[in-house]
């Protein structure tokens, strides 16, 4: 059963901003919000985690609100390089692993 | 490079075969994961080792057996092969089952 809830797929226009929505509607009080991109034929990578408010890095932001039921990948004027599947994760730390959903298919279009 | 690698890429083999898939953790990495991911099933966790011992089991069939080495580095063998056993086989590893898994780019195994 899959904790967390994000949209199937999203299109977008190389340069615009992107961001990706997931719902955590039962996330526990000890889990992080991690977020994982995955290219075709490649190993999920890792890209940010949160715990609260925002994270922000060389490669995207993370917003996550105060009741953390849900959470925002931000990828700032994305190329056709971004294209990819994005997967939302609930972590726990010193999880024995990690649950993947479907994740959101996100196409750059040029 | 991601640090973990994994042998062979591709593998094809036959119906009832047995085969095994090698992974070498990132230095300093004690933990490994074995995930497979198909096109019906997503991304799916089979099985985790901590330097050397058995720490968490997911969705792993019983054909399909693990070990982790002294060196670290971990074996995943699937016997008696099915059509259904095509995918891609991922190896990750972490310090020590902390947040940040680097995985490897995978094994595509491909059963005839």
């Known amino acids: 059963l899959a904790k967390t809830t994000q949209p199937i797929s999203m299109d977008s226009y190389e340069g615009q901003e992107v961001n990706i929505t997931c719902s955590h509607n039962?996330?526990?009080?000890?889990?992080?919000i991690t977020w994982y991109q995955q290219f075709p034929s490649q190993g999920p990578r890792f890209i940010i985690q949160?715990?609260?408010t925002k994270v922000t890095n060389e490669v995207a932001s993370l917003f996550i609100p105060a009741d953390r039921k849900s959470s925002t990948l931000s990828l700032p004027r994305v190329s056709l390089s971004d294209t990819a599947v994005y997967y939302c994760?609930?972590?726990?730390?010193?999880?024995?692993?990690?649950?993947f959903g479907t994740g959101t298919r996100l196409t750059v279009i040029p | 490079d991601s640090g973990v690698t994994q042998t062979p890429k591709h593998l094809i083999t036959a119906t009832g075969q047995r085969v095994t898939l090698r992974c070498s953790p990132r230095?300093?990495?004690?933990?490994v994961y074995w995930y497979q991911q198909s096109l019906d099933q997503g991304l799916q966790f089979l099985i985790q080792?901590?330097?050397?011992?058995?720490?968490a089991k997911g969705n792993i069939l019983e054909r399909f057996s693990a070990q982790q080495f002294p060196d670290l580095h971990s074996e995943l063998n699937l016997s008696s092969l099915e059509l259904g056993d095509s995918a891609l086989y991922f190896c990750?590893?972490?310090?020590?089952?902390?947040?940040?898994?680097?995985f490897g780019s995978g094994t595509r195994l491909t059963v005839v």
């Open positions: 039962n996330i526990a009080t000890n889990d992080y």
């Open positions: 994760l609930e972590v726990k730390t010193g999880a024995n692993n990690l649950f």
């Open positions: 949160g715990y609260k």
């Open positions: 230095s300093g990495d004690l933990s």
């Open positions: 080792y901590y330097n050397g011992e058995e720490r």
């Open positions: 990750a590893s972490s310090v020590k089952g902390n947040y940040g898994y680097t």
